[in-house]
Nanobody
């Protein structure tokens, strides 16, 4: 059974940093590209970043490239998202997702097979 469990969210002040983690189990982690999405209150899911199976390729939403870093540790079956210089606009639930199919855009949430339950990030001004 596929499980993706996010952690590391919380309440932080603007300008702070967070590192989100996503622990994976129930599938061959290094066969899957992985992604992070977020959903702010009242808004649609928004692509944040994605990473290839071996970590060699990374992709970011254009507005997030400077402050967000996606990485993975295949030995630990864990995905990470480092967020620096947090802004109130970053307040959202952050989800990790697994993409087993090689085709399809990495920023298209419909191309992902499995999702975690999300972790809340709240940034105060």
């Amino acid at each position: 059974q596929v499980q993706l469990v996010e952690s590391g969210g919380g309440l932080v002040q603007a300008g702070g940093s967070l590192r989100l983690s996503c622990a994976a189990s129930g599938f061959t982690f290094n066969d899957y590209a992985m992604g992070w999405f977020r959903q702010a209150p009242g808004k649609e899911h928004e692509f944040v970043a994605a990473i290839g199976c071996d970590g060699g390729s990374t992709y970011y939403a254009g507005s997030m490239k400077s402050r967000f870093t996606i990485s993975r540790d295949n030995t630990k079956k864990t995905l990470y998202l480092q967020i620096n210089s947090l802004e109130p606009e970053d307040t959202a639930v952050y989800y990790c997702a697994a993409k087993g199919r090689p085709s399809g855009r990495v920023d298209d949430r419909e191309k992902y097979d499995d999702w975690g339950q999300g972790t809340q990030v709240t940034v105060s001004s």
